[in-house]
């Protein structure tokens, strides 16, 4: 009731507010009908009711209230989340892969670009690490103007070469100032370079340090162990790539409640787009190579219990087919396809700090909703197949 009046006295101050108002928070509730939920906690809920009040889920229960949408014969879930993208890297008019330079409007517009074609893949919450136009996108986003996910962004990436610790500090100081979401370091080189320790145990240390200090978390880029034990040790909040690392780290993340962050998606792309790219044969090689032990460290994270995250680590030639890493988890790494379905909501949820916000389809979290044509349980191909996607209360796609 509240709520009506509010809207009303928009629409009197000013038409623009009303219909953004309007848009993000119908004045009456809307009614989904579902046979299948997966909640995103692991539990399948059949022939429920979900009712959503402005941007929010205020009831799942069995109901005969006449639906808005009749999801019925198609699987229901939290909207998908991908915690490691760069938003920013696109295919030019030439299909080359572009990351930096050339116009500012045309980067944000290829980021803007980016952002829509996500959602529309049924990733209603991405993680850019990231660049400073992320921020741009993210803002807009986040005023309903513009149809994109949620967007967390690192604005930068810091290196070891940014300087001593110190200076580290000082500049993740200065990250969030600019409006980061979060810290993004590189604790060691890519897999190309071989994966060693880049950064001294001191500069990793005053990276997540500073970081937890001012409120961030930390996500690192970690191909070797020796990085990847430093990091895990100095409190940082996730392990990115994670290669080569061994039972024993594996095992030391999972007593720590480090998220861990194995990414397939990226390996396949450059491979399967390498006319996009400027891989010489050895990079090639190197790549292919890093796909074996990738599905390896995911199979042993899972029986070392480590808290398994889904990110993609999408660059130009994958935005828009995250879910794709869904896929390759499942099919190639024999990741149990609940599993994976839960590192995509609630785990990477709580690994944003979200975990009670999003992630999860139940009562008081926000209504991002994906649904699908064919249910992932049974054939993980089904996550090609998006038909619904609402956020925040919001429809972005319906096509049956
Ligand atoms: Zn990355």
């Known amino acids: 009731m509240k709520r009506n009046v509010l809207l009303g006295l928009l629409i009197w101050g000013s038409g623009l507010t009303a219909a953004v108002c309007f848009a993000q928070a119908p004045a009456h509730p809307i009614v989904i009908q579902t046979s299948t939920i997966l909640d995103g906690k692991g539990g399948v809920l059949k022939d429920r009711q979900i009712v959503i009040e402005g941007s929010k889920i205020r009831t799942v229960a069995a109901g005969k209230a006449k639906p808005d949408y009749d999801l019925r014969g198609l699987t229901v879930m939290p909207g998908w989340i991908d915690t490691h993208i760069h938003l920013n890297w696109h295919l030019d008019a030439n299909n080359k892969s572009v990351s930096g330079g050339g116009k500012a409007e045309d980067m944000a517009l290829a980021t803007a670009a980016d952002a829509w074609i996500t959602l529309e893949g049924g990733f209603t919450t991405v993680q850019s690490v990231g660049s400073a136009i992320d921020a741009n996108v993210r803002d807009i986003v986040a005023q309903g103007l513009l149809p994109g996910p949620r967007i967390l962004t690192s604005l930068r990436q810091i290196q070891g070469t940014n300087g001593d610790p110190e200076a580290l500090r000082a500049l993740v100081r200065r990250t969030r100032q600019d409006g980061a979401d979060v810290i993004k370091l590189f604790a060691t080189s890519g897999l190309g370079a071989g ?184 054939d993980i191909t089904a996550v090609r197949r998006v038909v619904f996607v609402m956020k925040g209360g919001r429809v972005y796609r319906y096509q049956r």
Do not use: W
């Open 195 to 378: 994966g060693n320790q880049s950064m001294t145990d001191e500069q990793i240390q005053a990276v997540c340090g500073e970081a937890k200090a001012v409120g961030l978390r930390s996500v690192v880029h970690a191909i070797g162990d020796a990085g990847a034990r430093t990091a895990v040790l100095a409190g940082c909040t996730s392990i990115e790539h994670g290669t080569f690392l061994t039972d024993e780290t594996l095992s030391l993340m999972a007593q720590r409640g480090t998220f861990f962050d194995p990414n397939l998606l990226v390996l396949h792309n450059y491979l399967d787009n390498r006319q996009s790219f400027t891989f010489d044969q050895a990079v090639l090689d190197t790549l292919d190579k890093g796909i074996a032990p990738t599905e390896d460290v995911l199979r042993r994270a899972r029986a070392l219990k480590v808290k398994v995250v889904f990110g993609t680590d999408a660059v130009a030639g994958s935005h828009g087919r995250n879910a794709e890493e869904f896929i390759y988890r499942v099919r190639d790494a024999h990741d149990n396809p609940m599993d994976a379905l839960m590192s995509a909501t609630s785990v990477s949820a709580e690994s944003l700090g979200l975990g009670m916000e999003i992630g999860t389809l139940a009562p008081g979290f926000q209504a991002d909703l994906v649904a699908t044509d064919g249910n992932p349980l049974e």
